[in-house]
């Protein structure tokens, strides 16, 4: 799963943009749905799903513990599952590549199998402390050695039986709740988990959906969890919307780019999910949901986004569980708005492929946009809707998501941007490239 030699990749100011977009499938639900599809009692199949490089980890180390997971002719995957502990012991180290799901979603599965996995990944990915999940699932009984820092290479070997808990999230993290959740799916008892700010809820609903006991209270603590343990789960046909997140990148690049209009087809927008559009849509995004429908349990829609003048706002602090992973994007609006924005509360990007705060400060700031960093957040002074200078070669730092947000940078600049590796973009979108220079846009 490691990268091969960096790709530079040069993006040219755009004259428009326009067309049709069908964003690849959720990535959230995607691992999601390969792991609960792969405990179930038999065979589910999942349409839709995501074929980045993160998704597929998770689905080769599915593989290794002994689930049967094949891709159709048709692109619906077939998963016949081994059964709420019935996970073989892998022979070999598990490669996550770049992916901090894969790692969190299946240590949690791990920690309460009888089994041990030694999990790797990408030079990125090694950089990640896994300190927030080791807590929780040693407390439930999980025998973990993490590299110096809680990094990987980590192994996990599982308690079995393990050890129901209540655990308060220290930081609201969906990743942790998951890995908690799963591991409590092979844990005797009741295991409960409490988060002070409601995360995304695509767990829950899939856990629900495959015959899990999940019972949710709201507390004066916060969203309190439980599962009871030794399900037995029952296969599923799993439809997979689009994913919100890589929609992010089009409703910006359509809101900044002068006379674009661009239709997204099928994105989910699952409330713990949606808070980008909701920040958009607060500075003057003109943002149109078309026949509002669900899919596979998840409240979905086209989009319809044109140009608009951005004005700056101040970012609601209570939004950043909803739109975690689209900060970047939230940033390169930012830097094309009217006036100061500033977005806090999001300390988390500190810990994601890269320090996401940092990486973006510093490459919208060789671009030409003024922007004042924050331990949690940034201010960014925008353009008015004028072109930025662009011109600058900056770093990704194996990052997908910095990556594509200043691919967007770069479509209304006065000089062409450099992307210094546009090879992470296939963690979760293959066809970025392929679809921009569709809708009117060119990298070269």
């Known amino acids: 799963m490691s990268y091969q030699a960096a790709k530079p990749l040069q993006i040219a100011p755009a004259r428009t943009l326009s067309g049709t977009v069908s964003v690849p499938g959720d990535k959230s639900i995607s691992h999601r749905a390969l792991v609960l599809a792969s405990l179930a009692v038999g065979e589910s199949s999942i349409s839709g799903l995501l074929e980045g490089d993160d998704v597929l980890a998770t689905a080769a180390a599915l593989r290794a513990m002994g ?13 016949r599952g081994v059964g709420v502990g019935g996970l073989l012991q892998p022979p070999g180290a598990l490669d996550m590549g770049n992916s901090g799901t894969s790692t969190r979603l299946l240590a949690g599965l791990v920690a309460s199998h009888p089994i041990h996995a030694t999990f790797i990944g990408d030079a990125s990915l090694s950089r ?30 599982g308690g079995c039986p393990g050890v129901p808990i209540r655990y308060m999230l220290p930081v609201a993290s969906a990743q942790v ?15 409960r988990v409490i988060e002070p700010v409601a995360t995304r809820d695509h767990s829950e609903r899939m856990l629900t959906g495959f015959g899990a006991e999940i019972a949710i209270e709201e507390t004066d603590r916060g969203r309190l969890i439980a599962i009871t343990g030794e399900a037995e789960l029952k296969p599923q046909h799993i439809v997979v919307p689009g994913d919100p997140s890589s929609a992010a990148f089009w409703a910006v690049a359509a809101s900044i780019v002068p006379g674009a209009a661009l239709t997204i ?33 998840e409240p979905v829609a086209d989009l319809l986004v044109r140009h608009a003048s951005l004005t700056a706002v101040d970012v609601p602090p209570e939004l950043a569980p909803s739109m975690i992973d689209e900060y970047p994007a939230l940033f390169v609006a930012a830097a094309f708005a009217a006036g100061r924005s500033v977005a806090r509360g999001a300390q988390e990007l ?57 691919t967007v940078a770069g479509l209304h600049a006065r000089a062409a941007v450099t ?26």
Request: net charge negative; hydrophobic share 45%.
């Open 419 to 444: 992307i210094d590796d546009a090879a992470p973009v296939a963690t979760s979108y293959p066809d970025f490239f392929a679809t921009l220079a569709r809708l009117g846009g060119a990298a070269c």
């Open 67 to 79: 689930a049967m997971i094949e891709r159709g002719d048709d692109g619906t995957w077939r998963i």
């Open 177 to 191: 709740k998951s890995a908690i959740l799963l591991a409590g799916l092979n844990t005797p008892g009741i295991t």
């Open 350 to 406: 500190r810990v994601k492929e890269s320090d996401r705060i940092a990486t973006m400060a510093a490459a919208l700031g060789k671009c030409g946009v003024t922007v004042e960093e924050f331990a949690d957040g940034l201010a960014v002074t925008g353009s008015g809707g004028e072109a930025i200078a662009g011109g600058a070669t900056v770093a990704t730092h194996l990052d997908h998501r910095i990556a594509m947000a200043m």
């Open 265 to 297: 087809r099928n994105v989910g927008l699952n409330p713990t999910r949606a808070g980008l559009f909701t920040a958009l849509r607060m500075m003057g995004a003109d943002i149109t949901e078309c026949d509002p429908r669900s899919v596979g349990g």
């Open 128 to 157: 990640r402390p896994m300190g927030r999940i080791i807590d929780p699932l040693s407390l439930m009984g999980a025998d973990i050695t993490a590299s110096p820092g809680s990094r990987l290479p980590m192994m996990v070997g």
